[in-house]
């Protein structure tokens, strides 16, 4: 990274084309904008989506935040969650902590809110200079000397200098240049179904959790929602493709490992079998050899998802796009520009990643044993952090320096 006092960014009006409109998406839109690049985005859905399960943005990410201008809404939408209690099978508390025991969030300066809040403050910051285009999908991309040339879904084409995949776990622009998805997953073996049920449940900003070894159900009530958020996750092998598009195999599933837990359980799968908005998928990192080839690149999940064990993905995301868009600038060649990219981020990505081993130990313990060496190791660390809270937070979300991008400015 260059630390020059001032740096003109090297844009000269390049033409970026990035699929998925989400967080990296917008976020590196944002940011290419702003130093000069003219930015088509394109998203599958009808529209940026709003609501959804809850995101945190910490350390590195949060200085980013702070140079995009969202510091006070992104405080005015945090949920402030303040508990998450750890329960057996049968409902009986075991251990309550604040959140960040678990996270090693900082409290006072990382948020947490809900996805949909996020997108939609980022479709906000460039829906008037960036070009967005709904209900589109990349059907195609040929790069030529000068330039990627996409045909889209719609039957329409066009031309761009640089290609972005900002499309998520799944996405489809790896899967177009790069090769299938199975080629770069670290799948755990574990699933998760997700559904919002009213919050009859007398909680807010807090989460409760029961377990049994590597079995996993919680309810989490963001703020003083009237809806909670219920997660079932068990283990399991690899999904076929058939598995993944098939909800009466996943309904199932969830309700046959769960069939015989007590407490709110027996309710909740009575809503899972008719939840109409069941999210299911499979708990994965994405690990890339390189985030680049040629004229297209990745950023977000798409490159680097973490998996939400380790609860960093959305702040790689937004300091992934943040990376890559001032590389962008910096360097008038883009293969010098994702080189830049990569060796600045990988190490950050590396380290978060690392995060999943401890997720899984003290989220889905995977023996009875486990479970209470995670009540006990809590309960130590409760009482350490009521006597004196740690303001730092985990090293691996703020390792990155990011002041040498301070000094570029628009060309
Ligand atoms: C249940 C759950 C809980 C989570 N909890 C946390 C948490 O606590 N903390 C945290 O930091 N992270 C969490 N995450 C992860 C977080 O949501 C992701 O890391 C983050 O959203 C990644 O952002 P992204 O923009 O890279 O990708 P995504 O948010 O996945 O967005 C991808 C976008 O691309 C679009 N798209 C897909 N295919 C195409 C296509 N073919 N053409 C065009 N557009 C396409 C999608 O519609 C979407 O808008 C959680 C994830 C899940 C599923």
Redesign the pocket.
């Known amino acids: 990274m260059s630390t020059a006092l001032s740096q003109k960014s090297h844009a000269n009006g390049r033409s970026v084309l990035i ?9 590196l839109a944002y940011w290419l904008h702003r130093y000069g690049f003219a930015v088509t985005i ?4 009808g529209a ?2 709003g609501g ?7 350390g590195n ?1 949060m200085e980013v935040a702070d140079r995009m201008g969202l510091s006070a809404p992104l405080e005015e939408a945090h949920i402030d969650s303040r508990l998450v209690t750890f329960v057996d099978d049968s409902g009986k508390p075991m251990v309550s902590v604040r959140p960040e025991v678990i ?1 090693g969030g900082r409290i006072g300066r990382d948020v ?1 809110l809900p ?1 949909g809040r996020l ?1 939609t403050l980022l479709y906000e910051l460039t829906r008037n200079t960036v070009s967005y285009r709904f209900n ?3 059907a195609a991309l040929t790069e030529t000397e000068h330039g990627v040339d996409v045909s889209f ?1 719609d039957g329409t084409h066009g031309r761009f200098d640089l290609v972005i995949g ?8 790896r899967k177009l240049v790069f090769g299938p998805e199975h080629l770069f997953d670290r799948n755990i073996g574990f699933c ?1 179904a ?1 559904f919002e049920l009213p919050n009859t449940f007398g909680i807010s900003h807090e989460g409760v959790i029961a377990n049994r070894p590597g079995q996993m159900v919680t309810l989490y009530a963001p703020g003083n929602s009237e809806r909670v ?1 219920v ?1 079932f996750n068990l283990a399991h092998p690899p999904l076929t493709s058939e598995q993944g598009r098939d909800q009466v195999y996943q309904r199932k599933l969830v309700t046959e490992a769960f069939a015989d837990w007590g407490w709110l359980v027996p309710d909740l799968l009575r809503a899972l079998a008719v939840a109409d908005d069941l ?1 299911f ?1 499979e708990i994965k990192q994405i690990k890339m050899p390189q985030y680049s080839q040629g004229r297209i690149a990745l ?5 680097y ?4 064990l ?8 937004l300091v ?2 943040y990376v890559l868009a001032s590389e962008l600038a910096l360097h008038a060649d883009h293969g010098a520009a994702f080189a830049a990219y990569e060796r600045v981020v990988r190490p950050f990505v590396a380290a978060n990643h690392g995060i999943l081993e401890e997720g899984l130990a003290s989220i889905i313990p995977l023996t009875h044993e486990a479970i209470d060496q995670r009540n006990r190791a809590l309960t130590t660390a409760a009482a350490t952090s009521a006597e004196a809270p740690s303001a730092a937070g985990r090293i691996e979300h703020s390792m990155l320096d990011l002041s040498g991008y301070l000094s570029i400015s628009a060309q």
């Not at 699929?19 to 976020?27: K, T």
């Not at 950023?299 to 490159?303: E, I, K, M, S």
């Open positions: 699929s998925g409109a989400s967080i990296a998406g917008p976020a394109i998203e599958r859905a940026v989506r959804g399960y809850p995101i945190d943005l910490r990410a996270t947490e996805r997108t589109s999908s990349i879904d900002a499309d998520g776990l799944h996405s489809n622009t998760f997700g958020h997660f999210y998928d950023v977000g999940d798409a490159a998802a973490p998996s939400f380790t609860g960093t993905g959305t702040s790689l995301g992934g796009a």
